[in-house]
């Protein structure tokens, strides 16, 4: 079979590969510091060639994050309000540790990146979740059940932070944090939390 001019010998075409090594880049040092031509140089291809697919560098990160986020968005929006899905949030975070660490990145940074992440995809998020300014009235009873916006913080803390600081934790405790029994362990916290979050507010 003959190969199409934009599929290279491993079948990933050319605009799928480049959008593999970005989000790489943007998930280890940042937007900010990433260049079209540090990507193109993963890829192997001249700089120029990345305008045949994106016209810029801020479109590329944009389809960088509709690939990782989209997923997160659809759990979100599925959630229930004892926090049922925290198990396939969470496997969702292993699966895609790269929307962790770009998050990171661009809290750090606080630029255009952030802006960015903030306006297309957390305000979606967070607006969909319960307790949160703005939230639908189909999450009126969930608010009621207890995930405050301090409660969601935390959670997203948790979730986000155990996956970004799993390199230090690794070296300090000689352990696996990404193994099957921390992670069970850490699911279970995770609805420990929930738990307390809901106790909480019915006391309140």
Known sequence: MTESAGTPAGGA????LILAAAEDLFASQGYGATTIKQVAGKVGVQGPALYKHFASKR???????????????????SATPDGGNLDAMLREHL????ASRIV???TLSSGEDLALLVERWYQPFFHDLP????AGQKNRS???????PVAVMALHSMLLGYITLA???RNIF??????????????????????AAEAAAAAS
């Open 167 to 169: 390199p230090l934790h």
């Open 131 to 134: 307790g949160t300014p703005g």
């Open 59 to 77: 479109a590329l990160f944009e389809e960088v994050l509709e690939r990782l986020f989209t997923p997160f968005l659809t759990l979100i929006q």
């Open 95 to 98: 699966r895609n540790p790269n």
């Open 142 to 148: 969930a608010d009621a059940a207890g995930f405050t």
């Open 13 to 16: 075409s050319t605009r799928e």
């Open 104 to 106: 990171q990145h661009a």
């Open 174 to 195: 000689q352990q696996e944090p990404l193994a099957e029994a921390p992670l069970g362990e850490l699911l279970s916290l995770l609805q420990r939390f929930a738990t």
